[in-house]
């Protein structure tokens, strides 16, 4: 029996030569740097959009930037505008979003523009959503069209696994994330040889990705706050409280999903699905303020740069707000991914948690806050601890975070998650 375990055993897998891998190098750089311009330019362009939409305009016509009536002004266009790419452009930008993970499927080439296009006046309009989910799309189906013309005898299957680590590198500015989603893919899946020969091409698309995104953007995500320090019994207790709490709020938003989703759906046409949630989110950003809007990246460190700044109410507010026009987002029809406001409202229930016990350390708040509600929401393990860990520069962090990590995982594991097959029904 043991010497049967150990020829099943990953270790006795043989390993690739290096001529079985040399060939993958350069395709792997190829996507790495491609995703990453793909992933800055429509960011960049986004931006720039944003800043007219939401500076000159409002000023030139009389007002307020980022009064009630702009935010609902702007994100009921929002909704229009991007309906009508839904309806009218050809492939209507893809497939339902609410159907779409991280693992994006392969779509044709005459999707892709509109996709683009939404993602960028979705991103600049204010509505809760990353531009993860749709640019990991783009990317995985430009990769299948052109790699498979330019190297035809290459696997059909290389390209998606490159274009989406390519772009997860670039996200996140360092090639580690790419890794662990890659990893956590292949635990499911049978490999033929070792895990860092199965992760060779991956990998080098992955790191190409991130350098390109940190020479031409410098991105960071250290959010500034304080080291913890010395861990000590009461940062294990708050860490034990926080991130399950986390978790569970986040499961309320997970099982709400497909009912506000049907609401939606009801409504049979993206030009009254869209606006209708993007009047929704308006009423909603009247209640939490402006730093609800967007994808919640840069107004997470507007929040940890004055961590006492704000009540814990005001943090609460801030926390279901935003959760709630999360939801609203993804369900209603606009394109975008999850991850990023969930960091913000992980953020914002790490902070309430030091406004109401001074004692919790805000980057411990904010770590573990952050690591329950990507549990929930992503039931990614290893992005939600990586995310967690490198937004808290903090080196004794890690063991508070694994540790908190393994009863926020029990109150997940097994739940539907915020995904839905085309039926409507919770993938699981």
């Known amino acids: 029996m043991a010497q049967e375990t150990t020829q099943q055993a990953p270790a006795s897998a043989p390993t690739a030569p290096a001529r079985a891998l040399l060939p993958f190098i350069l395709p792997a750089v190829a996507v790495g740097v491609a995703a990453s311009l793909v992933f800055v330019g429509v960011s960049t362009a986004a931006e720039k959009l944003q800043h007219v939409l939401w500076g000159p305009l409002p000023d030139a016509l009389g007002v307020g930037r980022y009064s009630v009536l702009w935010m609902f002004v702007m994100l009921v266009a929002t909704g229009v505008a991007v309906g009508l790419v839904v309806w009218k452009v050809p492939g209507h930008a893809g497939p339902d979003p609410a159907t779409l993970g991280l693992d994006a499927p392969v779509l044709r080439p005459g999707v892709l523009p509109g996709l683009v296009l939404v993602t960028a006046l979705m991103l600049a309009g204010g509505p809760s959503l990353g531009p993860e989910n749709p640019i990991i799309a783009v990317n995985v189906g430009l990769a299948a069209w052109l790699g498979g013309r330019v190297l035809p005898r290459a696997p059909d299957a290389l390209w998606p696994v490159l274009a989406e680590s390519a772009t997860i590198g670039a996200l996140f500015g360092t090639p580690v994330a790419a890794a662990l989603v890659i990893s956590e893919a292949l635990a499911g899946r049978p490999m033929r040889g070792r895990l860092w020969d199965n992760l060779f091409a991956p990998l080098t698309a992955g790191a190409c990705g991130a350098m390109t995104t940190t020479l031409v953007a410098h991105p960071t995500f250290d959010l500034g706050l304080p080291p913890i320090g010395h ?21 309320c938003a997970v099982y709400a999903f497909p009912y506000v989703h049907a609401g939606f759906r009801r409504l049979r046409h993206p030009m009254l699905m869209l606006p209708a949630g993007g009047a929704v989110l308006g009423a909603l950003a009247a209640v939490g303020g402006r730093l609800t809007l ?17 009540s814990a109410g005001q943090f609460a507010t801030m926390t279901v707000v935003k959760l709630a026009a999360l939801l609203v987002a993804a369900s209603c029809g606009f394109r975008g991914g999850r991850i990023f406001p969930a960091v913000f409202v992980g953020t914002a229930l790490g902070l309430c948690a030091h406004a109401l016990v001074p004692a919790v350390h805000p980057s411990l708040g904010v ?37 908190a990590s393994l009863p926020a995982w029990l109150l997940v594991t097994g739940r539907p998650q915020m995904q839905l097959r085309e039926d409507g029904a919770p993938v699981r």
Do not use: C, N, Y
């Open 231 to 251: 861990p000590h019994a009461g940062d294990l207790l708050a860490a034990l409280v926080v991130a399950p709490v986390s978790a569970v709020l986040g499961m």
């Open 294 to 310: 967007f994808k919640g990246l840069s107004e997470v460190g507007q929040l940890a740069r004055d961590p006492e700044g704000w």
């Open 367 to 403: 770590a573990t806050g952050v690591l329950g509600m990507l549990l929930a929401v992503t039931r990614q393990g290893w992005v939600s601890l990586f995310t967690a860990a490198v937004l808290v520069a903090s080196p004794t962090i890690i063991a508070l975070l694994t540790i």
